[in-house]
């Protein structure tokens, strides 16, 4: 084969044909020594810090293009030019250098096919770095990325004051624009220095200041914002900028402004327009309906230079603009789902930025001053650690029917999970149920049980093999990216059609998400015990159950086919027999589907010891203990929330409290779970038993599904109404909740959370709302459920999880400021409530709950947690009472399942 310049490797693609036709009558080259080939430990060694490099975004030093293509050469790759796609070899390591499009390229076609799959290192995973922005660019591969056009244009830079609807902004930007979008920290003050840079260099062709908690007048609200905004207003600048809420007071305060207490807070309010029809507001209709969240507003008559442009029914400034200048700013949120006309808003300003003309002149200088090139280092990310490459396991998975459809469907399914659960699964050290729900979220479709036995059989050499499950057990930072690690190391061979081929099932805990969100957590007393904070069991078999027709299937997962194969058969006998030693009588334990009778109203009905229905023996009495907080310390919580919504730290907070039944009410965890399904059945129930604790969910609250091809979907959940016997009394019951405007408004503050959430990972365009605010109705309760989707094909299903967790439901909005504020009012850890349960499959799919209507069991005893949304229009007694509301299931099962 010929070489290229002396360097025994292969000819390029592009050298001659003369000189490929004299390679093909040589000899293949001899290979490499060891600690220098492809593939070798040194080899992926040296790639693992160079892309971890370059994912940080280490930028490129001058000069040095010419010796990183030569060392492409000598790795299979070549730098694309002119936009040409390039083939792509058997080894998918990839190089980002700046400045330069180094892609893959297949062995010349001279090459014998078995030298290049010799020579070529295995595909590997590799986790990618959360990205802060994108654009439609950055949605293609690289060879496409560097293909299309390359148009010379600067950035528009987002500020962000760490508030959770900043990426619904960046999601209309990147719908409307074809620039890049970069958002900036506004808290970290490196984030900041370049940012200044950029507009200095002349890079940034408009800057939007979003929305955020605080006063605009503290420096630790604004400081960041206050520094880009008065670069972007210095005399001879003249970029477009556009404030929104808190950016919108900003300019005002700029100016001379003063920013004061509004006359009225407003969050999750819809107010009609009366508009100008300039600037943002251009084509829009008079009396189009805005959100509002802001407890501050600019204060008039307006300083000189500035103007009011829009003003809402209650004489509030809603918009203003800098005079003879492109500035505008807007008290509401036009990104909100609820706000009419938003999108139009924000192209408008995109218009206008367009309209200014300051894109760079010579595309020939887009490698030294394109902002490719200075943002996308570390202040230009949203955060995260980037591992290394991490080597992935084939696992086999093969399954085998124990037990075809059976007649009577769902309650052949439920008897059958209870027995194989008890006799088979269960006299392990770790065990698990796990339901999971149709594509709707609103009914259980399989059950997953599974432990944490090893499995036994013959391997591929006809010898007796055996390999064990695996437990993860982790506390403190690092737990989440040790679960990555442990699941981007599977890649399941087989099993093709069934729900579930081999993964994790297990859950994050809240003060995980308190963690990953850079939150300093509570002290704890050092003799405190608890669980830890994700646990997740990587079983090597389990059993899949059909609940709509009670067929039976195992699961086992090794890393050979054979032993696989064997271990199915053995696990399937195991099971049938526990299947035909059922007795004639089966266990009630088929769920009820009708409501109970609780009272009749939207905030909630508690039962207490004093009621009718707690007499002793009473089916519906509740079992007694403590609760963390008291009525009386509950109420002054939520005085001490209403004082942070009005001084504008936060829209919404999601205050719990804590249960505790009483020592001598400690139910087998299994009997309080199989009591809990049949009174009170959920899509996301649950059972976790293993050293140390327990966890029994009825969660009816979906955190996260996600399919293998990349589409997720959240439904979150706010507002609570009990159900009633009287189906005139529940339809009422049901209208009530739905038209609630207190409840409209905390719904959506969590939607527009929630969007924001999906729309740091998803590609632009595809977060949408398909329902809004629709009720579906349990077995004890109405609740108010929005069903909020996107598509994020080629992101690892974990880093998405990354972006949304804690739940928003469970914390409130802006969510950073809110978990801080619950830590110091809450005074607790919330441990495994509030955090996120289900399973992650090794195939990419993702289906976890909401850690909601759960009851924990660790060193302490039994807990039951509960909580519910606190805004303005909150009532301290309503909000008491629906707490109490939320727990009353779980109480009342404790209650029946103590009693034996």
Known sequence: MADHQGTGLPVPVGASCERRRRGRRRRPPRRRARHDQRGSPRHRRRLARRDAGCAQGAPARAGNHAGRAREAVRHGWRASRGGRPARRSTGRIRGPWLGRALVPQHAPRHQPRGHARRDAPRPRRRTRAPVAATSRRSQLSAAARWAAPRRALRVIVVVDNRDSYTYNLVQLLLEHSDRDVRVVDAGDPAAIKACLGWISAGLVSGVVISPGPGHPANAADFEGSAAVLDAALAPGSNLPVFGVCLGHQGIALAFGGEVVAAPEARHGWRSPLEHDGTGPFAGIPQGTLVTRYHSLAVREPLPAGLRVTARSEDGVVQGLEVVGRPVWGVQFHPESIASEHGRQMVANFVAAVDAMGLDLADPVDRVSRDPDGVVSGAVATSGGETSALSDVSELFVASRVARGPQADGRSAAETAATYIYRDVLRNSSASVWVDVPDETGRLARWSILAD?????????????????????????????EAVQRALEGMHPVGGEGLAFRGGLLGYFGYEL????????????????????????????????????????????????????????????????????????????????????????????????????????????????????????????????????????????????????????????????????????????????????????????????????????????????????????????????????????????????????????????????????????????????????????????????????????????????????????????????????????????????????????????????????????????????????????????????????
């Open 513 to 900: 998400g308190v963690q990953m969100l850079g939150v300093r957590p509570r002290q704890p007393d050092q003799a405190e015990p608890r669980l830890p904070d994700a646990w997740w069991l990587d079983p090597r078999r389990a059993v899949l159950v059909d609940r709509a027709t009670g067929t039976v299937t195992v699961i086992a997962t090794a890393s050979t086919r054979a032993l696989a194969e064997a271990a199915a058969q053995l696990f399937s006998d195991e099971v049938r027999g526990a299947l035909d030693a059922e007795p004639s009588t089966t266990p009630q334990t088929e769920p009820s589907t009708a409501p109970r009778t609780e009272p009749s109203t939207t905030t909630g009905g508690a039962l207490d010891a004093t009621s009718p229905s707690a007499r002793p023996g009473d089916r519906d009495a509740l079992v007694e203990g403590t609760w963390h907080t008291t009525r009386v310390q509950y109420a002054a919580d939520i005085a001490r929330c209403r004082e942070h919504l009005l001084a504008g730290d936060s829209y919404e907070l999601c205050l719990t409290n804590e249960f505790r039944p009483d020592t001598d009410a400690d139910p087998d965890p299994l009997d309080l779970f199989l009591e809990l399904r049949a009174t009170d059945p959920a899509p996301y129930a649950a059972l976790l038993e293993f050293d140390g604790g327990a966890v029994v969910s009825a969660s009816p609250e979906r955190f996260l599904r996600g399919t293998t091809g990349g589409d997720y979907e959240t439904k979150p959940i706010k507002g609570t109404a009990a159900r009633a016997s009287d189906p005139l009394v529940d339809a009422a019951a049901a209208r009530e909740l739905a038209n609630d405007p207190k409840v409209f408004a905390e719904n959506l503050m969590i939607v527009d959370l929630l969007r924001n959430d999906l729309g740091r990972v998803c590609t632009p365009g595809s977060v949408h709302v398909p329902s809004l605010m629709a009720v579906e109705s349990f077995a004890t309760v109405h609740q108010l459920v929005t069903t909020v989707r996107g598509s994020a094909p080629g992101t690892p299903p974990l880093d998405v999880v990354r972006a949304l967790f804690p739940g928003g439901s469970m914390t409130g909005a802006p969510k950073l400021r809110s978990v801080e504020l619950l830590r110091d009012i809450e005074d607790r850890d919330r441990g495994v409530y509030s955090g996120a349960l289900g399973v992650l499959g090794a195939d990419g799919s993702t289906e976890l709950g909401i850690v909601i209507r759960t009851a924990v069991r660790d060193a302490r005893g039994w807990s039951i947690g509960a909580g519910g949304a606190i805004v303005l229009a909150s009532d301290p007694e309503g909000e008491t009472l629906e707490v109490e509301l939320k727990a009353s299931a779980l109480r009342r099962a404790f209650a029946r399942a103590a009693r034996g």
């Open 452 to 480: 944490d036995a090893p499995i036994t059989g013959m391997n591929s050499h006809t010898r007796t093999a055996s390999e064990p499950a695996r437990v993860v057990r982790l506390c403190g930072e690092g737990s989440f």
